[in-house]
């Protein structure tokens, strides 16, 4: 099958494209948020090909993945073709709605030519999408190996933007949550708040894994796919228990509390108790291969592609 789908999330679309498929990326000149192209910080398989828009529009194609509430109309100026109606859709939504309850309203609602796929069962129930279509599609990650130290005795905690999105991603809770154990901050940004410059994806996971445990502060997203490969790595998780968390960390695999002092406490409790950081991460990674491996997740999407191209 021939899919072309925008590079926008790097680990959801690393996994994607390791199905048996053909796909296309589009890229622009100066590689923005509409044309990256090809990953230069993950490892993608030859099958992926980049395509210029002016390519794009004799691209013969057997679906079309959409991501952002504009490609719904940037799709149609660079294919010539519109999404759902002249060529098959599925609309993937990786974030949690924002806004009050009774407004979230998703952006390809009520479009019965697209599919509407969620990446967790929060998201699907949170979001309105009135008369689409739509499916669930869990997560799931290229296995990084278990890769766990814990040779130092601190915290790691992965945020993009950290500033920016400040409560939407915990980055408020750091300090309190720190007080006794030192936490290290990675992700894009994190050098203006001291935390440690970006570094590519091969590299995080190592650094990552010398730490004796994984914190995940998240008030309100989807699921950080940071969290699902750090329990890959045979990390513990300390984690707020919002949005999909719960589901995605067993007790045995760490704590999860919405108690700022029951989650200080957990990673004190880890960083001083390295066999029990290990077990428990040991139970992470077992956890996480057993509900986000890459399988299961390349089955059901070929399965719901196989269904719409129909």
Same mark, same amino acid.
């Given at each position: 099958m021939r899919i072309l789908l925008w590079h926008v999330h790097g680990s959801w679309?690393?996994?994607?494209? #390791?199905?048996?498929?053909?796909?296309?990326?589009?890229?622009?000149?100066?590689?923005?948020? !509409?044309?990256? $192209? %090809? =990953? %230069? +910080?993950?490892?993608?398989?030859? =099958?992926?090909?980049?395509?210029?828009? =002016?390519?794009?529009? !004799?691209?013969?194609? !057997?679906? @079309?993945? &959409?991501? %952002?509430? #504009?490609?719904?109309? &940037?799709?149609? /100026?660079? @294919?010539?073709r519109r999404p759902g109606r002249d060529l098959r859709t599925v609309y993937v939504e990786h974030n949690a709605p924002q806004g009050r309850i009774g407004e979230m309203r998703h952006p390809a609602a009520d479009i019965a030519e697209l599919t509407l796929v969620h990446v967790t069962h929060f998201n699907s129930l949170f979001w309105d999408a009135g008369d689409t279509p739509t499916r669930v599609i869990e997560h799931g990650i290229v296995d990084p190996g278990y890769r766990y130290t814990g040779e130092l005795p601190r915290a790691a905690a992965v945020i993009n933007e950290a500033r920016r999105r400040a409560r939407v991603t915990g980055t408020d809770l750091l300090q309190r949550l720190g007080e006794d154990t030192p936490i290290d901050l990675f992700g894009m940004d994190a050098a203006a708040l001291g935390g440690i410059e970006d570094?590519?994806?091969?590299?995080?996971?190592?650094?990552?894994?010398?730490?004796?445990?994984?914190? #995940?502060?998240? /008030?309100? +997203?989807? @699921?950080?796919?940071? @969290?699902?490969?750090?329990? #890959?790595? $045979?990390?513990?998780?300390?984690? &707020? =228990?919002?949005?999909e968390a719960p589901e995605a960390v067993p007790a045995d695999a760490g704590v999860i509390s919405t108690r700022v002092d029951v989650l200080a406490a957990a990673i004190r409790d880890f960083v001083h108790d390295r066999d029990r950081a290990l077990l428990a991460g040991r139970q992470a990674r077992a956890a996480a291969r057993r509900h986000y491996g890459l399988e299961r997740f390349l089955g059901e999407w070929d399965a719901l592609l196989d269904e719409v191209a129909a």
């Open positions: 679309t690393t996994a994607f494209v #390791h199905g048996e498929h053909e796909y296309f990326v589009p890229v622009l000149p100066r590689r923005g948020p !509409d044309g990256r $192209g %090809r =990953a %230069r +910080t993950w490892r993608w398989p030859e =099958a992926v090909r980049e395509v210029t828009p =002016a390519e794009m529009r !004799d691209l013969e194609l !057997d679906a @079309l993945v &959409l991501q %952002r509430p #504009h490609e719904l109309t &940037l799709a149609e /100026r660079w @294919l010539g570094i590519p994806q091969s590299e995080l996971h190592a650094e990552m894994a010398r730490r004796r445990v994984y914190l #995940h502060p998240i /008030r309100w +997203t989807s @699921l950080g796919l940071s @969290l699902i490969e750090a329990m #890959h790595l $045979g990390m513990p998780v300390v984690a &707020l =228990a919002t949005t």
